[in-house]
């Protein structure tokens, strides 16, 4: 399972953040990241930390977005700063885990974001 906090209503140029926590998994958590899903649009990543470390940011929140994790604790925090109207989703935590030789693909309840002047 894998639990989301924060998002909200902000103003243009706003910031929030996200936090995602994994509980009762007893799989290993390979890949955690963020994605976002507009009304009537495909769920699209955002933001991605894999299990090596390396981060993936889609082009429209590079330079606003930081995500980061704790890799013993299965926890993920993503810092959104100067937020824009098209930001405006549900945002949910993915996670992926191994389970023997497949992986299984962990989400979140999923979050309101609201970018509105």
């Known amino acids: 399972q894998l639990v989301q906090s924060g998002g909200g209503l902000v103003h243009p140029g706003g910031s929030l953040v996200l936090f995602c926590a994994s509980t009762?998994?007893?799989?290993?958590?390979?890949?955690m990241g963020w994605y976002r899903q507009a009304p009537g649009e495909r769920r699209e990543l955002v933001a991605e930390?894999?299990?090596?470390?390396?981060?993936y940011y889609h082009e429209s929140v590079k330079g606003r977005f930081a995500a980061s994790r704790d890799h013993e604790k299965n926890t993920m925090v993503m810092q959104m700063n100067n937020l824009q109207p098209g930001d405006t989703a549900v945002y949910y935590c993915h996670a992926k885990a191994a389970v023997g030789s497949d992986v299984l693909d962990l989400w979140g309840q999923g979050t309101q974001v609201t970018v509105s002047s």
């Open positions: 930390v894999r299990d090596g470390g390396n981060r």
């Open positions: 009762d998994t007893p799989f290993k958590i390979s890949d």
